[in-house]
């Protein structure tokens, strides 16, 4: 596929300009001169799947970055293909730094300079599931984003990204302005600016902290009555990875959190009297069997407001406090925390083995939580799983994947509520279905004002 080196429009007015100060011009990026339209969207199983194509990423030099190797640069950053590949992509001139290729892994990447690499892109599925709208108007759209589903592209995702799924919904031309962030795999309310205007006054408000919000979890075990504040400082250990651990020396990070019920394990269809017969199958107790561990302490639904905006804030607060969100790939993984899940655990003594085990998780294994979706699954559909499945793509030997689980496309973790600080506006969602009360239990179907933990003074 041919390429084309882009001269920045900076660049070229730079040029013309006679008076007034210089401009430092950008470097020259390369793009593929292709952007399919209608977007290469398919709908399977419940997924929205996107056909390979190619594409061009163009990266700033980052700071870390500096002074570097470009392959170590990419093996290092990149989890998405192997070093091997990445290897013969320099060496055959596929990767370009400041529009010209480079031959030579060596090269040196300074500050300022552009990497560009152009390959086969395969993007992960994400779910089918439409995204929601709360509100609308002339300024801003407020959705409700489904779970599993980033917001920007980012890494290996780009079509299947909030952003451009509205986009390819109304209209090429049509940019929307995310004014808030979501985790992936987190659901819930987000704004979405139809003008720059609009953006910018939202964006505002929630960098000077005056609007309040609100976020539900399902966590394991019995989370602690009252008020519950978290201001463990947190750090991120591992860029490639996305990993953030509780650290004394990380980033100030508070949170208010407030058990909103509290839901005991369900009991086995054998009550101990000796009376009732065990109608369930072979497979189904070995089902059981296998589940009780995961879920004899039952679960909690806790209310969660974030007074600050860390990375993973809430994840890694929930994790800290013994109560990890249940479904969760990364916090709630004793394959990689070990039996503790990291529990009260702020010290850096086991990260190495941490980031380990963690990078093996979507590779050579299925990333399992303690909990999934639904407790009752059958085994062999808790054991599928995004993981290398030892093919190569036709066109680009790339290493292909396995879908999804059902258990990987979102966490028990919600945004159900923003508001504005001076009573200007607010934006709602219902409870979502994970955070209603198990069949033949009693709990809230709603949440009420009575016990919003919205009112904590922040101090």
């Not at 998405?80 to 990447?109: H, L, M, W």
């Not at 892109?121 to 929601?132: D, F, K, S």
């Not at 505002?204 to 400082?233: H, N, T």
């Not at 969100?325 to 503790?340: A, E, H, K, L």
């Amino acid at each position: 596929m041919a390429l084309a080196t882009v001269e920045p429009l900076l660049k070229q007015a730079t040029q013309r300009q006679t008076n007034g100060p210089a401009f430092t011009a950008p470097q020259d990026v390369v793009t593929t001169p292709c952007d399919p339209w209608p977007r290469p969207y398919y709908f399977k199983d419940g997924l929205r799947k996107v056909y390979p194509y190619h594409y061009t990423y163009n990266t700033y030099c980052k700071e870390r970055w500096r002074g570097r190797e470009l392959l170590e640069i990419f093996t290092t950053e990149f989890r998405d293909r192997p070093q091997a590949y990445y290897k013969d992509a320099i060496e055959r001139g596929s990767v370009f730094v400041n529009g010209k290729p480079v031959s030579t892994v060596r090269t040196i990447v300074k500050n300022g300079d552009v990497i560009s690499h152009t390959l086969h892109r395969h993007e992960p599925p994400v779910t089918a599931q439409a995204i929601g709208i709360v509100h609308e108007d002339n300024d801003m759209i407020v959705i409700n984003k489904p779970a599993g589903v980033p917001v920007h592209p980012a890494g290996r995702y780009n079509y299947n990204s909030i952003v451009e799924i509205m986009r390819a919904e109304r209209s090429h031309a049509w940019n929307p302005l995310p004014c808030n962030r979501l985790d992936r795999l987190t659901s819930g309310v987000m704004f979405i600016g139809k003008n720059p205007k609009a953006a910018e006054k939202i964006c505002m408000q929630i960098l000077e902290r005056s609007v309040k919000k609100e976020y539900v979890a399902r966590v394991i075990g019995e989370f602690p009555g009252g008020d519950i504040i978290c201001e463990q400082p947190v750090m991120q250990i591992s860029p490639k990875l996305g990993l953030n651990r509780a650290r004394a020396s990380g980033k100030k990070a508070r949170t208010i959190f407030k058990r909103l019920a509290y839901y005991p394990p369900a009991r086995s269809s054998d009550d101990g009297s000796g009376t009732r017969e065990d109608t369930r199958t072979d497979k189904e107790k070995l089902r059981d069997s296998k589940m009780e561990w995961k879920t004899k302490e039952g679960h909690s639904i806790v209310r969660c407001q974030p007074v600050t905006g860390r990375t993973h804030q809430l994840r890694v607060h929930l994790q800290f406090l013994g109560h990890p969100i249940s479904n969760d790939p990364i916090y709630c993984n004793q394959r990689v925390f070990g039996p503790s899940l990291a529990a009260g655990d702020d010290l850096p003594d086991h990260d190495e083995d941490i980031i380990s085990r963690l990078s093996k998780m979507g590779k050579s294994e299925v990333a399992e939580a303690m909990a999934y979706h639904d407790e009752m699954m059958e085994e062999y559909n808790k054991k599928k799983g995004e993981k290398m499945t030892g093919e190569l793509c036709d066109i680009c030997d790339a290493p292909l994947y396995s879908d999804p689980g059902i258990h990987e496309l979102g966490i028990y973790l919600h945004a159900k509520r923003y508001a504005c600080q001076d009573g200007g506006w607010e934006y709602e969602t219902p409870l979502p279905d994970w955070a209603l009360p198990p069949p033949g239990m009693i709990g809230p179907m709603e949440v009420t004002r009575e016990s919003d933990p919205l009112t904590i003074a922040e101090v």
